[in-house]
């Protein structure tokens, strides 16, 4: 049974077309205000909690203007995430490129411009923080054009927007220019269809499970409906739109929260509502065989220190395992990584998915000559045991721009020393304490090692980071101490941050430097 065979019965008639509201895609220099401008546009304030200042998970966002919707589609914009940017382009109608009037076309300019083209996107340049000094929207518009982009005022045909997020100003001419724009491409799509859509996003939760964001391109998805999504499968336990509700249905162009799937699903994989939930397990069964087929045999074990020395050696294949906490990162760090690969060495993802470093993972990288990267994800005290058995490198980071900045070094054997992270002990998060003018006191029971009062710690919540900094305090009954070992109860105070859960673990470490190994 194929897949296509399976799903993609029902035609789509000219006569049932309806209009839909555009999907658009703001892409971006790092620094050219682009997470500014959209949150301007949608009121609400996601620059606060991104890690290194990158956005790390994309979002979908209604606004409705003059009546009429519009949905903004929230990428990453740095190089590093040249997947996800590009899998935006591929769902999007119009890009909107911000470009910063006081700046000018960076690196990443020209990416975002390549994508859209490659995708047969139409492009509206939005020149950013006009409010500046030193701003030049003519200058931009002159270097822009170097890139194919002409204004209309030119004689061209890209429609060109001055904006400022910071005051707030040609926000409303933009959300215009997009509405005008699609409604010169007339889209349209089939409600009367079964659902068929793009996963945005994907994660496992605590709670709920597997969960991911659809955004719906044919079709109305209902609560109750079986599907199938490449190799998952399920039934949609409930539909849960970007203001947080709870909804009955998904028409063309929603982006929506669906919970039921079988497993957490790729980031960028199509989503088809199929007659009921025996053919979707069949259609789902059918491309896990094929998946299977591709296994990769074993070698020698290697480390991405030692990559320089294999290289001259005649290595040409590095086998990397990726663990993270959305599924997002892990197809923008397998793409970076493809990207770097040479004639000397070429670089494979054999194996990726959403949650901790596992045993099975590190029996597959010893099994396969592969390093673990593992990134907002922790292994626990005995995958950390096996590894160091098996000889397998795992690499843990927080920002992705690291893992690429590392594996580059490594290839051209400039891998400067680096510091490492050492455990120096863990401690569960047995009850919770409210104390007056200090915040949450976590009662703790030591399981290994020692907490050090001088330390770094980690909270690790279903062994992924969800804190990472001082500690406020340590105490042994009402005495302080400077550190406290194994198989003894503590009170820890982390600073700044309340949010402790009972079975939260506590993680110590010291950050020591460590010399190349080549």
């Known amino acids: ?20 509201a555009p999907i658009v895609t703001i ?14 546009i949608r009121q ?3 620059i606060a909690g991104e890690a290194g200042g990158i956005t790390q998970a994309i979002g979908a966002y209604h606004v409705h203007i003059n009546g009429r919707d519009i949905v903004f589609l929230d990428t990453p914009g740095h190089e590093a995430f040249t997947a996800m940017r590009a899998r935006g382009a591929q769902v999007t109608d119009i890009v909107v490129l911000v470009v910063a009037a006081d700046d000018g076309v960076m690196g990443q300019t020209v990416e975002a411009i390549n994508h859209s083209k490659v995708a047969g996107v139409p492009i509206i340049v939005a020149i950013n923080k006009i409010d500046k000094p030193g701003a030049d929207p003519e200058k931009i518009k002159q270097a822009l054009t170097e890139h194919g982009l002409l204004s209309e005022q030119w004689g061209g045909e890209t429609i060109f927007c001055e ?4 005051k707030k100003t ?4 933009l959300l215009e220019l997009i509405l005008l724009q699609a409604d010169v491409m007339e889209l349209k799509a089939d409600p009367d269809l079964s659902a068929r859509g793009v996963i945005i996003e994907a994660k496992l939760d605590r709670g709920r499970g597997p969960v991911a964001t659809v955004l719906i391109q044919q079709g109305t998805l209902r609560t109750g409906d079986a599907f199938v999504c490449k190799t998952e499968f399920g039934r949609v336990r409930a539909i849960i739109n970007d203001q947080g509700r709870r909804v009955k249905e998904a028409k063309p162009s929603m982006p929506v929260e669906v919970i039921g799937f079988s497993n957490v699903p790729q980031t960028g994989a199509e989503f088809f509502c199929v007659e009921d939930e025996k053919k979707a397990r069949n259609i789902a069964e059918h491309s896990i065989r094929k998946a299977r087929e591709k296994e990769l045999s074993a070698s020698s074990k290697i480390t991405l220190e030692q990559l320089y020395q294999k290289i001259k050696e005649g290595v040409k294949d590095l086998n990397v395992i990726i663990k993270a906490d959305v599924q997002g990162s892990i197809e923008a760090i397998s793409d970076a990584l493809h990207k770097l690969s040479t004639e000397d060495v070429q670089l494979k993802s054999i194996h990726s998915s959403t949650g901790a470093i596992s045993e099975t993972d590190v029996m597959l990288a010893s099994a396969s000559n592969a390093i673990i990267i593992g990134f907002n994800v922790r292994p626990d005290a005995r995958v950390i045991e096996i590894a160091q058995q098996e000889g397998v490198e795992i690499k843990l980071y927080d920002i992705i721009y690291n893992v690429i900045a590392d594996v580059r070094a490594a290839m051209e054997g400039l891998l400067e020393p680096e510091y490492k992270e050492v455990v120096l002990g863990r401690a569960e998060v047995r009850e919770l304490f409210k104390v007056p003018k200090i915040g949450i006191i976590a009662g703790c029971h030591v399981t290994d090692g020692k907490i050090v009062r001088s330390a770094g710690i980690k909270l690790v919540r279903d062994s992924i980071v969800i804190f990472d900094g001082k500690m406020l305090s340590l105490r042994r009954f009402k005495d302080d101490a400077k550190e406290v070992l194994a198989d003894f109860d503590c009170g820890i105070g982390i600073e700044g941050f309340n949010d402790i859960h009972v079975g939260d673990v506590i993680e110590a470490y010291i950050t020591e430097r460590l010399e190349r190994k080549l």
């Open 1 to 20: 049974m194929e897949f296509e065979e399976s799903v993609l019965k029902a035609p789509i008639l000219a006569e049932n077309l309806k209009p839909r």
């Open 27 to 40: 892409m971006g220099h790092v620094d050219h205000g682009k997470t500014s401008l959209l949150d301007v």
């Open 44 to 46: 609400t304030n996601v």
């Open 163 to 166: 904006v400022s997020a910071k």
């Open 170 to 173: 040609g926000i409303e001419e």
